[in-house]
């Protein structure tokens, strides 16, 4: 069966501090990849996606990045954390298509102090 | 800019009662899939509509997608204090250049009080 892993569950980084959350998928190949950060209670915002290695679509400019180093690995990043950067932050992985189901990793909750 | 609206935004109401779930766009989408999310924890799919005016039923979860494929509505029947959570409404814009691009809506709060 397909797993998503996600680390670390918690972070708290002052302004200014460099930022990398890692993501992994495990028992399929190919996956389409997604990074999401949601407020408080609300929706989810589309920061990255990604449908294969060197193919990442950037949606909300920003100082974040994103990169996939390997098939299933997915990796967001940042040089200087803002305090707007705080959030909880989502990987998710489909099989392909948006009609397909977004499978969610347990989240990072990112607080910048 | 595609969005997705979800109406209302917070709802708290008593159990057994019923209620319903707004989630319009002005965009055509493919598909659009509803979740429900859990504090600290990622959303998890409750249903996937596909076809326009379809009709889709889990146990006292009615799911309709407009005929258009704009909007959707979640109906919820004899609400039970488990129903509480956040529900989300997600899918792809038709005619965005990329096939795999999958946005939310703005979320549902829902409290239901015993």
């Known amino acids: 069966s397909q797993t998503i892993h996600q680390w670390p569950a918690t972070l708290v980084q002052p302004v200014g501090s460099p930022l990398s959350l890692e993501c992994t998928v495990e028992?399929?190949?190919?996956?389409?990849l997604y990074w999401y950060r949601q407020a408080a209670g609300r929706g989810l915002q589309l920061l990255f996606y990604?449908?294969?290695?060197?193919?990442i679509s950037s949606e909300v400019p920003q100082n974040l990045s994103a990169s996939r180093p390997q098939d299933r690995q997915f990796i967001l990043s940042s040089k200087k954390l803002l305090l707007s950067d705080s959030g909880f932050y989502l990987c998710?992985?489909?099989?392909?298509?948006?009609?397909?189901?977004?499978?969610f990793g347990n989240g990072t909750r990112l607080t910048v102090t | 800019t595609q969005l997705l609206e979800q109406s209302p935004q917070f709802l708290s109401i008593q159990e057994g009662e019923n209620l319903t779930v707004y989630c319009n766009s002005s965009s055509v989408f493919s598909s659009l899939q509803w979740y429900r999310q859990e504090p600290g924890e990622g959303p998890v799919l409750l249903v996937t509509v596909v076809t326009g005016g379809e009709v889709k039923k889990l146990k006292r979860l009615t799911f309709q997608f407009g005929d258009a494929r704009k909007d959707s509505s979640l109906h919820i029947t004899a609400a039970q204090p488990g129903d509480t959570g956040l529900y989300l409404c997600?899918?792809?814009?038709?005619?965005?250049?990329?096939?795999?691009?999958?946005?939310f809506g703005s979320g549902t709060r829902l409290s239901i009080r015993p």
């Open positions: 997600a899918g792809g814009p038709l005619g965005d250049s990329s096939a795999s691009k999958i946005i």
């Open positions: 998710a992985w489909t099989r392909g298509g948006s009609n397909s189901p977004l499978h």
């Open positions: 028992g399929t190949s190919n996956p389409n």
């Open positions: 990604s449908i294969g290695i060197d193919q």
